[in-house]
């Protein structure tokens, strides 16, 4: 049974060994592969890997970005630790991203399984449902921040609640709410998407033997449905905490960061080391961050290939 | 389906190479002809007006092309050894960083160094110097103060308010008469760091003087030093947090920048703490809208008051430019005197030269006073780096946040950004 749930098609990895198992290929079709992996790989080395290395090294300085440094050691490590600002970024970024991976999987997950049940307009439905897709995160952060602080106050006042009557993007305790909803809108189809697969690769016999062992409808989702896409959902949740973890664009849009500092995510602290001068500093910043996520995407890749061997 | 993170910046990589390669191609075609001259000039207002002056020098000559460069990030192309020829632009913080270390050259041999207001000139200075050198040129000067609603006042029998008592009597009146005294757009953190903490900070303390003792202090600013945010400036933010409290619209929380263009032109507020910028955004709604300004008063003394000025346009040539003599030709012929009242006039600047034409906009006419006697400060909130959340401190200050665990945080800042730099 294994075998039929279409291992998950993530691992599209530069590396992509030329397999040990079929020692009969001739060389020269064996060229062929690398001169496809060529162009990518030496672009990936020139345009990723070789500014992260210099990025690293820079973090050791006290760069600004251009001129003259020196070494400094581990001092923007050590004051990274005591800036309230940065240890306010990651409690905001890492809560931010496991409460969204959350919502965002339930809600896809839920609407996938309606939308490869059989009903009408079926079709036109999921056309809909994927539309925020493509719209651009910044332009989907200013219409929401306009609702927001228009539409929703006013929805308070008519209805008399106290804590909706005034915009929630300006309470502190509240704007990571919004920010989650709007994060979720967006990136919702994706999910969806990657779980509508996942159903479809699901055959159709297995739910007719449930149904003659006498399994309800319920039952056939807990023991057969979700057990059978566990891949996609381990896929959807790495992938989108990683994504989440990024999140930029609709913060920006939405509260700048504010009120306060309340909702500053990494990458909004990092960014401010460019424009703001602070370059050996939030490179340091970056490249702990980069740490923490290899981390976590290492421990999280474990746990799938845990649960794919099963 | 989501893709995975690196793989975007990689492509995103591919095509900036691609327009990298067709642009360096561009240009080598053009460097048969005259000498290309890179103009960078990114305030959107301002590049019609450049536009025309561009076609029109490359008219007048053949020796120089003048390129207009609106879009490239300074910061790359200083870190590239790719700086435009001549820059013409706000000048700040992040800009004085690139002259601290020598990346501008020597200006102070030109005419035009000479014609500069030394009072100024030493705005530029306040920021960073770099010894022997004049390597920045103020082209344009905004004064921004307190916007109010004549129409207003005038029915309330109100007068401008020259001491913090009568500021507060002026409130007080209005209250009564059921009118909001200040809009507040809270919601964008610029706006309280530019208006009401710059207004305030600027009229109660010496704003360069104060910055010096923090610089000279570097990693020792915090609880225990002489000068620090927050032993400075506790009362002038608190003056802040309590205007905002008894006197702003209630929603102000939730209102953005566009919010308060808007409200203010509709009359839904009597004064509005924004620079010259919003009066072209205040006309959208209502052109004939009578308005004026006035300094914010911060004490008893009528002589205390004074007015909060940046350095909205100035002019440098990079040490690594290629084409230093025609940027410089370019530069003086800019730097004409009716060139540059003409621009001041349509933008409502301030002259920078000893022989600029005096401002007659009757909406920053209330500043002139101050200006001519260089009664004024370059805004508190402009000389903390960005990397410093500042703004959106101050906006926790603004939405009823503590003032002093707010500027100890600046000062712990202050003091760990010394520390690493």
């Known amino acids: 049974m294994t075998k039929t749930t279409a291992a998950p098609p993530a691992r599209t990895s530069h590396a992509a060994r030329p397999s040990t198992a079929r020692p009969r290929r001739r060389p020269g079709v064996e060229g062929i592969y690398y001169a496809f992996l060529l162009p990518s790989l030496i672009i990936f080395t020139l345009a990723i890997t070789l500014p992260a290395l210099i990025g690293i090294f820079f973090s050791f300085t006290n760069s600004i970005g251009f001129g003259e440094w020196e070494f400094v050691g581990l001092i923007n490590y050590i004051a990274m630790f005591s800036d309230p600002a940065i240890v306010q970024s990651y409690l905001f970024t890492f809560g931010f991203a496991t409460c969204t991976v959350i919502v965002v999987n339930i809600i896809a997950f839920l609407l996938a399984v309606g939308l490869t049940a059989k009903i009408k307009v079926k079709t036109g439905l999921r056309t809909i449902f994927v539309i925020p897709m ?29 804590t909706l009557s005034s915009s929630i993007l300006a309470n502190p305790d509240l704007a990571w709410i919004a920010i989650v909803i709007v994060t979720a809108w967006q990136a919702v189809p994706g999910t969806l998407l990657i779980y509508i697969a996942g159903l479809l690769a699901i055959p159709g016999d297995v739910y007719e033997a449930a149904d003659l062992d006498g399994a309800g409808k319920w039952q ?31 913060i920006v849009g939405l509260t700048d960061g504010g009120p306060g500092t309340a909702t500053r995510s990494i990458p909004m602290t990092i960014v401010t080391g460019f424009t703001g001068g602070d370059y050996a500093y939030q490179m340091a910043n970056a490249t702990m961050f980069f740490i923490i996520v290899v981390v976590i995407s290492l421990i999280q890749l474990r746990l799938t290939r845990g649960r794919n061997a099963r | 389906m989501p893709r995975s993170p690196r793989r975007a910046p ?42 025309e002056l561009i076609s029109e020098y490359n008219a007048s000559q053949d020796g120089v092309e003048v390129v207009l460069d609106s879009s490239s990030n300074l910061q790359a192309g200083f870190l590239r050894g790719n700086p435009p020829d001549l820059g013409l632009l706000n000048y700040n913080m992040e800009m004085a960083r690139f002259m601290e270390r020598g990346a501008l050259s020597d200006l102070s041999d030109m005419p035009e160094a000479e014609r500069i207001l030394p009072e100024v000139q030493e705005l530029v200075d306040q920021y960073a110097t770099y010894p022997g050198r004049t390597s920045v040129l103020p082209y344009s000067v905004m004064a921004a103060s307190v916007i109010y609603n004549k129409e207003i006042f005038e029915a309330q029998g109100l007068e401008v308010p020259q001491t913090y008592e009568e500021l507060i009597a002026v409130c007080d009146a209005l209250t009564t008469a059921g009118i909001t005294p200040f809009y507040g757009t809270f919601q964008d953190p610029w706006t309280v760091a530019q208006g009401f903490f710059d207004y305030t900070v600027g009229g109660d303390v010496d704003v360069a003087g104060f910055y010096d003792e923090l610089d000279s202090l570097g990693t020792e600013v915090g609880p225990e030093s002489e000068v620090s945010f927050e032993k400075t400036l506790a009362e002038p933010v608190g003056t802040m947090q309590e205007l905002i409290e008894k006197y702003t619209n209630s929603d102000a929380p939730s209102k953005t920048y566009g919010d308060g263009n808007l ?94 034409a005096p401002v007659t906009d009757p909406r920053i006419l209330g500043m002139k006073e101050y200006y001519d006697t260089a009664d004024f400060y370059q805004g508190p909130s402009q000389a903390i780096p960005q990397t410093i959340p500042a703004a959106n401190y101050l906006q926790g200050v603004a939405l009823g946040g503590d003032v002093e665990s707010a500027l100890s945080t600046l000062d712990g800042d202050w003091a760990r950004l010394a520390l690493r730099q």
Request: aromatic share 12%; with cysteine.
């Open chain 1, 220 to 250: 056939q989702l807990l023991r057969i449905t979700v057990p059978l896409v566990a891949g996609y959902i381990f896929i959807n949740v790495i992938l989108g905490f990683k994504n989440f973890l990024n999140a930029y664009d609709v």
């Open chain 2, 10 to 51: 990689r492509a995103l990589a591919a095509s900036l190479g691609l327009l990298l390669t067709a642009s360096a191609l561009a240009g080598c075609a053009g460097s048969g002809g005259p000498e290309t001259v890179r103009f960078h000039l990114s305030k959107p207002e301002a590049i019609p007006y450049f536009n």
């Open chain 1, 134 to 162: 493509v719209v651009s995160g910044i332009i989907i952060a200013y219409v929401f921040n306009f609702l927001f602080s228009n539409s929703l106050p006013t929805f308070g006042q008519a209805v008399g609640s106290e």
């Open chain 2, 263 to 356: 409200a203010f032109a509709r009359g839904e507020a009597a004064m509005y703490l924004q620079g010259p910028w919003a009066f072209g955004e205040i006309a959208k709604t209502s052109p004939d809208l009578d308005l004026g300004t006035f300094p914010l008063p911060m004490t008893d003394d009528p002589e205390d008051l004074r007015v909060r000025v940046n350095i909205d346009l100035a002019a440098w040539i990079p040490e690594a430019s290629g084409s230093k003599e025609g940027a410089r030709e370019f530069l003086s012929f800019l730097f004409q005197q009716d060139v540059m009242d003409e621009y001041n006039a349509a933008q409502l600047g301030y002259g920078t030269t000893v022989d600029a």
